[in-house]
């Protein structure tokens, strides 16, 4: 079969909503040998169930319909004659008689698309009315659009003398039902494409679409179409290409809505782009299992992400998505002032993010679990901040969240190397857990540096070998477990030098950290918990005037305490040992 294209019919292509057949008529089909692919001439489309009581006749002037009466209830049915597109058809049935309280019903009596509009006109002595409520004397009502109903309406009615009711159908079209294997159609001149128009077209390869509007399901199923061009597609509603599994590519340059399932199991788009601004729903890409690109435009709001995409790019201003646990993700970048509704955490193959303009923290998990996570940068501008290899922590961020670049357990040998906090004139504050298990080999905190009460910030880092810019107290098991720590703010190996303003050196701070073998602790010490247990510290270089309140249980059985001259530290002595002796600092 050739090319098929649809008639112009003009009449359709305006109006309404609802159930205007001006704007749902589906379009009768021809193929280019003028065989008619759409069943029309289709009998009990209308049944009109007359009411008890006196004689009654139902007639009409359609052609081949044949007058109708008797007494008592039955049906009366109408041949709906081919539909040519030049008009739509008006089919009047006129039910006259003398009758009681009964009612008449209008019955679509066959899962079609039927898209008509019933009018009434009452002429007698009578009242029409729907579950008890007076209705005028003209009423309007639409059969349901969806094909798989059979659908009724009933208007009740009460007379004390003769009646006629006349019901004027205006008939559009029916749906769309194809025989024979259609490959290819262009669809001139509409503006819509109705529900369902060519739901499960297995054998249909590509369409040409002019039109703004795809309706629910209008291609659902088409599983061998490949090529579709519409340029001025607008709308693509729900499930619309659901199961297009051979289509490869769709341009949605114009779209500014998609609807739910709208592309959902088209298993062969490998990359994908949505506009800006566009309105999209929660699972408009489910279960594309071959997308691996998505670039999303500036304003578009927020839907869910599948576990196939290795790539992502977002505009500015953009709701994104929850990535958390996505298997294959590798980079995403992401505009200014962009929302997120999620986290990065999980996704074990993610290896860079770049983020706009807009940020000044990095949330909780954000990262977590991320263990081939190689670096993340920061535009401005047409400048990029951060390089590969590093963790870069621009001085816009004021916060760093609980665990947010947590990896405990990483094994990965392509992960960060580093984390720097560029130069800033404020504070950090950085949450328990942010860099534990790391893989990085240094750590570089310049000019503020971080403000931390935050247990465990460094923990487990085991390739962590040196760290610079130390500020501030030190938490709880911060450097726990660092084993190949050995420079802490110093050129010196193994030694870790706080700087001053610390006040408080937190509980196993430098648990089993065997390589720092010197530690100089400020004049601003005043206390803490016990920082050095199980470390090798065999040298103590204490500048405050009076021994801080401190538990150094755990400590090596030997070694050189360095104080003030004159400052007594005879409790710390005496919780250290026998094998350490006391000496002062040196001028």
Known sequence: MGVVTFLDLSLFQSGGGGGDPTKFAPKIIWSDDDTVILDAGITKLVAVDAPDGDAWTITSEVDGFTPVSGTGATFAYVTFPENTGETAREIVLVVTGQYGSNSITITQREPLYLVATYSIDNVGEQEIFDSGHYMFQYDYFTVDEDPTH???????????????????????????????NVTSLNIPDIELIPKGAFLGMTGLTSVVYDGKEITRNAFSGCTSLTSFTAPNMEIIGESAFKNCSSLTSIDLTNVKRIDNYGLAYCTSLTALTIPD????????????????????GSGVTTFSLTNYITAATYGDQTKIGNWAGKLHITTVEVGNNCTFTGSFSGCPELTAVTFGTGYTEIKANMFSGCYSFNNIKWKRGETVIGQDDVITIPAEITSIGQSAFRTTGATSETAAKAVVFENRSTNCTVANHAFRGMKITGATVNSYAIISSANNCFAECSNLSVFNGLYGSISGGMFKDCKALEYVNSETQG?????????????????????????????????????????????????????????????????????????????????????????????
């Not at 009615?157 to 205006?170: D, M």
């Not at 601004?277 to 999303?296: A, F, K, R, W």
């Not at 918990?529 to 005037?545: H, L, M, Q, Y």
Request: aromatic residues 10%; charged residues 10%; glycine residues 10%.
């Open 150 to 180: 059979v659908t009724g309406y009933t208007y009740n009615f009460q007379t004390t003398g003769e009646h006629t009711l006349t019901f004027h159908l205006t008939y559009a079209g029916i749906r769309n039902y194809f025989k024979g």
């Open 277 to 296: 601004n566009c309105q999209t729903d929660p699972s408009i890409i489910n279960y594309c299992s071959g997308l691996t690109e998505l670039h999303v």
């Open 495 to 587: 030694a870790a030098i706080i700087q001053e303003g610390a006040t408080t050196l937190g509980n196993n701070a430098f648990m089993n950290c065997s390589g720092i073998t010197t530690v100089d602790i400020p004049s601003t010490v005043v206390g803490g918990d016990t920082p050095f247990s199980g470390s090798s510290v065999s040298v103590i270089i204490a500048r405050p005037t009076t021994a801080p309140k401190i538990s150094l249980t755990g400590m090596p059985v030997s070694g050189t305490l360095y104080t003030p001259a004159d400052a007594d530290y005879s409790t710390w002595l005496a919780e250290l040992g026998e094998g350490w002796t006391q000496e002062t600092i040196p001028a």
